[in-house]
């Protein structure tokens, strides 16, 4: 099994990967609330100031616990940083064929974005790994049941819009993983300093998800 494959199963495996966007300080102490709260796949978005050296400090620290991926990852060039600062995989919120065309000579997996019907198969078609339904909070859980119905083969994971009240109705809808931004990682903790909240909530999804996937 190729590294891309391996990672992929393991995102499958896990179905959720949580979204971190936040002050750079605040990076490790998400990341290890998360571990402890049972989250494993995490994807450190581009926008998160000195996020190159932040993927490189966390791959560093963390790399035998944590699925570690970079998000927001919009050329090739970010997405060459990225992988050599430690990303395991690439997320996206377009689908720009230069970055799939470099996760795939550097054997790694990368989630493109897309919304529509024709959006969605591009990507696929492109070389995408999985395709980033996004933003799912528009068009919800009836437009993942839609797209599923058309491509029943195309592996979607569902970006914004998604809560521990509705995390096991995605996935019983059809989605492969999950990707939770501030519902997980949550603000109200991060302004009070109060990482043990993120944990439980943590703990929250991935129990809404192991009943799902029951």
Not at 42 to 52: G, N, Q, W, Y
Not at 73 to 98: F, H, L, M, Q, W
Not at 126 to 134: N, S
Request: hydrophobic letters at 50%.
């Amino acid at each position: 099994m190729s590294q891309r494959e391996d990672v992929m199963t393991r995102i499958r495996e896990l179905k959720l990967v949580a979204v971190v966007r936040s002050a750079p300080e605040q990076v490790e102490p998400i990341v290890l609330a998360l571990l402890e709260g049972g989250v494993a796949a995490i994807e450190i978005a581009l926008t998160v100031p000195d996020a190159f050296e932040l993927l490189w400090q966390t791959h560093a620290k963390f790399h035998a616990r944590l699925l570690l991926g970079a998000g927001t990852v919009t050329d090739a060039e970010k997405a060459a940083s990225a992988i050599d600062a430690g990303a395991r995989y690439i997320v996206a919120p377009n689908t720009n064929p230069d970055v799939i065309r470099l996760c795939a000579e550097r054997d790694v997996p990368v989630i493109p974005g897309a919304y529509t019907p024709n959006e969605v198969y591009n990507a696929w078609a492109a070389g995408a790994d999985m395709v980033k339904l996004f933003p799912a909070a528009i068009g919800g859980i009836d437009l993942l049941k839609a797209l599923r119905a058309p491509y029943p083969d195309i592996p979607l994971m569902p970006t914004g819009g998604v809560d521990v009240s509705n995390a096991g109705d995605w996935i019983r809808a059809g989605a492969d993983a999950l990707g939770v931004g501030s519902r997980l990682v949550r603000k109200d903790a991060l302004a009070k300093g109060q990482y043990s909240l993120i944990t439980e909530t943590a703990r929250q999804f991935v129990l809404a998800i192991a009943k799902a996937k029951e």
